[in-house]
């Protein structure tokens, strides 16, 4: 703009000084002599063209503020819109785009500016073919299309308009994308959501049929389809009362549905009427209709539901028939039944009305008030006038009446509970008296109280139940605690010997059985109360698996059938550790394990796990796929049992499998696989065993194996340190249990035996930690802990909750309190030597031993059996008999303590069922005989 400017200027004072100078010269040609005037008008002349030069000049200047104004104007409008807009020219070169569009797609604006819009907005070098740019150019028409762009995961409508130049030609177009991605993905629920109730309105066992304002059916389910005999197709859209109500009853149902205005739908809200189907038969349906309002309260329709009550319909008429009869058959029946006018005069009884109130004739009770007679007084004595009582309702109002709350009196002054129904008699349309009929249901009251009584006793079982797995945890737990304790302090103890060592284990495995038993019947109440849930650790994953196959391997060792264990993985799985709820694990695979040696008499019952890492989440972990495969040679399951198989208390096989079971442990296998996102599979064919499996995704990460040992080893004290520790617990074997495992070690500890002399000790000893049972007389853990934390002195002590109970609420609730930690009972020593690690910085010393597996048996400190046991032995594993191999092996070390080295190292094998590594064992002990 100043560049055009500065060129009028120079222009304009070009063709002035041109003038001039052309005017001198032509004065001269002429021959006149330019005089001072002429020179000053000339100059004159010039300053007024100067002086206009200006005007314009400041003209132009205001103009090119304004045109700069506007435009920024249009570039912050241009930019601020939230659509994608981009200018193309003919050949699809993005020619301008506003900051939306740029931010929208992560680049500047100048490095969109030039690129095709293929490449921009798909990053394809290929133009798709549902590119709108095309069709534009072609017949110069806006053009509106759906697109979804997947590299931004987003959908957008965009419009493409063409660009005219001023001869009327297409340059370009104007891209606009507006983002519906929301709009889309809430069209789609609202799809799905239709679907889904479509689908939830055709299982309904109930009729649906909505009607507009016009009467005309906008929606049935398939249960009308059903009654009516009609497809959905020759329904919709039809006036429901023209085409499918009798004509007979067409209006009088037309007005109780629509009310007297045709298009003020005020329907009632039950009405039973008679239908017609597709064979011209009529049906009779019970009704419950419903407005149908649009979001301003107006009225667009009504939903009705219906019951198709044609044969109960028909049976009712029946009773009614009979009632009529039984009327006229008063003494035929076994229910009391008198007559009254409307002063409550017997006009009428039968034999039973005598016989039930103890009267010996009719004439005792006919033309008396018989209400004064048998329905005088309350059950308690009290009096029960006849202007309040219910059964001269029926006379005054014309209603009938039943109760069963009320007794009528005998002759002899007693009284029964009854159940009466009074109606009225109507003779010209005008109540003449009432009928009462009634029932002794003395029996029944004393059922109901039983019921009663009953339903109580369940309750008060229920709540005996729930109190009674609270305290049948808490009281096995705390002996498991020193049971399970003191086993783990004895297993530290170098001077056992074998057998002893061996006992140890025996105990260790026995409370551990009983422990996981304790937990199995607490999880049936957890099933029943729908509260299973999945806590997940890290754990040593071969850890686990060790665990359960020295559990399982026992039980197939007692049924004679052998047990074998592959895992099949890239990596070294002893450095596998994983996150996950290891508890639940290991009970899926006992569970499965267990039904398999329970189920196969014969052959073996194998446990195969597939490791494979797919997906880093990041340095340290990674996702990980576990195939665990569970497979016996069993009596295999029926196809008709394989669909019940999972349901509560199903047993399948005949009655000796049946007796050793609940039927509950496939059914809590498949809740808990469930919670682990997975499902839980089944292939079987009978009389030739079953295979079940299910795949884990689950976090996982690699440690060296020199982690692992060093948890191992034993813990004799502790680094420059002698931390104080105060144990409150009411149980003197828990205390006792405390004491024998971390005053070796270097802890100080003192005892107090409730809350109260907790509170009293902490102030004496300041202790550096505090151990606290929850479950204590005089002051429990859980007010010990809020009384810590509301002292000033005393509120930064470490306080780790220690209870018997495993109801997760106990533990919320003592971290509710303030405890630090909790500490489940029986007590683990490795997870309480973490925690008080973790909260009292510890450093710990090790025994310095070498460990087992790194030392090497060498052949010559080895005494081999004969050549001939040998051979037998590796025979046997090219058989795989491995229960042939265990009693070779009790056979070598009954024999003394000459084998003892061999022995020693067959041991571990055979236990783990390791069969090919025996075999590679016995070669080389062959090899090593003399002429090997």
Not at 426 to 440: L, P
Request: hydrophobic residues 35%; glycine residues 6%; neutral net charge.
């Amino acid at each position: 703009m100043n560049l055009i400017y500065k060129q009028k200027t120079i222009i304009i004072n070009i063709l002035i000084w041109s003038l001039l100078i052309a005017f001198s010269l032509m004065w001269n040609i002429s021959g006149t002599q330019i005089t001072w005037k002429l020179f000053l008008s000339h100059l004159l002349l010039w300053l007024v063209c100067i002086v206009f030069q200006g005007f314009a000049g400041i003209r132009i200047f205001h103009l090119q503020s304004e045109l700069l104004k506007s435009q920024k104007e249009w570039e912050q409008t241009f930019n601020s819109i939230p659509d994608y807009i981009a200018i193309l020219d003919n050949n699809r070169n993005i020619v301008k785009c506003n900051t939306s569009m740029a931010r929208g797609l992560g680049l500047s604006v100048k490095t969109i500016q030039g690129m095709k819009c293929y490449l921009c907005f798909h990053k394809s070098d290929e133009i798709p073919d549902y590119c709108p740019f095309l069709p534009v150019m072609e017949d110069g028409q806006t053009h509106v299309q759906e697109i979804h762009i997947n590299h931004l995961e987003k959908d957008f409508l965009v419009t493409v308009s063409p660009i005219y130049d001023d001869n009327g030609q297409i340059k370009g177009c104007v891209h606009t994308a507006h983002d519906i991605t929301r709009l889309k993905k809430a069209e789609n629920m609202i799809c799905r959501e239709k679907e889904m109730l479509q689908k939830y309105i055709d299982l309904a066992g109930l009729m649906v049929v909505i009607i507009n304002q016009d009467q005309a059916v906008t929606h049935v389910n398939q249960k009308v389809c059903e009654i009516l005999g009609y497809d959905k197709a020759d329904i919709i859209g039809k006036n429901w009362f023209d085409n499918f109500i009798p004509e007979k009853n067409r209006e009088k149902v037309r007005q109780v549905f629509t009310g007297s205005a045709p298009k003020n739908i005020q329907p009632v809200k039950r009405y039973e009427n008679p239908v017609l189907t597709k064979n011209n038969q009529e049906r009779i349906i019970s009704w419950n209709n419903t407005l149908l309002k649009d979001s301003n309260g107006n009225i667009t329709g009504s939903l009705s539901s219906g019951e198709d009550i044609t044969e109960r319909w028909k049976i009712m008429n029946n009773l009614q028939e009979k009632e009529e009869r039984i009327r006229l058959l008063l003494d035929s029946t076994a229910e009391a039944i008198y007559g009254i006018d409307l002063n409550g005069i017997c006009t009428f009884c039968n034999r039973s009305c005598l016989k039930m109130t103890g009267y010996d004739k009719e004439s005792d009770l006919l033309n008396k008030n018989i209400h004064n007679l048998i329905h005088h007084s309350k059950h308690d004595g009290k009096p029960c006038t006849q202007e309040n009582c219910l059964l001269f309702l029926t006379s005054r109002k014309g209603i009938s009446v039943h109760s069963d709350t009320e007794v009528f009196w005998r002759k002899d002054k007693t009284c029964f509970p009854a159940e009466y129904w009074s109606y009225p008699i109507w003779k010209d349309k005008k109540i003449i008296g009432s009928v009462v009929t009634f029932i002794d249901i003395t029996a029944r009251k004393n059922i109901e109280a039983m019921l009663m009584d009953a339903k109580e006793s369940a309750e008060a079982a229920n709540r005996a139940k729930t109190a009674f797995l609270a305290g049948m945890s808490h009281e096995l737990r705390t002996p498991l605690n020193g049971i399970l304790g003191y086993t783990q302090i004895l297993k530290g103890d170098n001077d056992l010997t074998d057998k002893q060592r061996e006992g140890i284990d025996i105990i260790e495995k026995s409370g551990t059985h009983l422990l996981s038993l304790l937990n199995e019947i607490l999880d049936l109440a957890k099933i029943e109360s729908g509260k299973i849930e999945l806590y997940q650790t890290e754990f040593h994953f071969i850890s686990m698996i060790k665990g359960v196959n020295d559990m399982i391997k026992n039980r197939a060792e007692k049924k004679g059938i052998g047990f074998k264990y592959e895992c099949n993985s890239e990596t070294d799985m002893s450095s596998v550790y994983v996150y996950a709820d290891e508890k639940r694990l290991a009970q899926v695979l006992i569970n499965l394990l267990g039904n398999a040696v329970k189920f196969t008499d014969k052959g073996y019952v194998m446990l195969r796990v597939t490791y494979k890492p797919y997906e880093p989440l990041n340095d340290k972990l990674s996702k990980s796929k576990f195939l665990f495969e569970i497979e016996d040679t069993g009596i295999g399951i029926s196809n008709q049992d394989l669909e019940k198989i999972f349901d509560p208390f199903f047993q399948a096989g005949e009655q000796q499998y049946k007796a050793k079971g609940t039927g509950l442990g496939l059914s809590i296998t498949r809740n808990i696989i469930e919670l682990m996102n997975s499902s839980l599979k089944v292939n079987s064919s009978q009389g030739q065993g079953s295979v079940f499996s299910f795949e884990l995704v689950l976090p996982a990460s690699m440690r060296h194996t020199d982690n692992v040992c060093e948890q191992e080893k034993k813990i004799i004290g502790i680094k420059n340190k002698k931390p104080k520790i105060l144990i409150i617990d009411d149980e003197k074997n828990n205390c006792s249990f405390f004491y024998d495992l971390l005053t070796p070690l270097g802890f100080e500890l003192k005892q107090a035996e409730n809350g109260e002399q907790g509170l009293k000790k902490t102030e004496e000893f300041m202790p550096d930690l505090i151990i606290s049972d929850l479950v204590m007389p005089v002051m429990d853990g859980f007010e010990f802990i809020s009384s810590i934390r509301s002292s000033a002195a005393l509120k930064n002590n470490i306080i780790i909750a220690s209870s018997a109970s495993v109801f997760k609420e106990h533990q919320q609730k003592s971290y509710e309190a303030g405890a630090d930690d909790f500490l489940g009972k029986p007590i683990d020593t490795r997870h309480l030597f973490k925690q008080l690690q973790t909260h009292l910085c510890l450093e710990w010393e090790y025994e310095n031993t070498v460990s087992l597996e790194n030392k090497k048996d060498k052949p010559e400190d080895m005494i081999l059996p004969c050549k001939e046991i040998l051979e037998k032995i590796y025979k046997m594993t090219e058989l795989g008999d491995i229960i042939k191999i265990r009693k070779q092996l009790e056979d070598l070390e009954s024999k003394g303590s000459d084998f003892k080295v061999f022995t020693k190292k067959l041991r571990p094998l055979v236990e783990e069922f390791r069969i090919e590594d025996i075999g590679i064992m016995m070669k080389k002990c062959l090899k090593s005989q003399p002429g090997g």
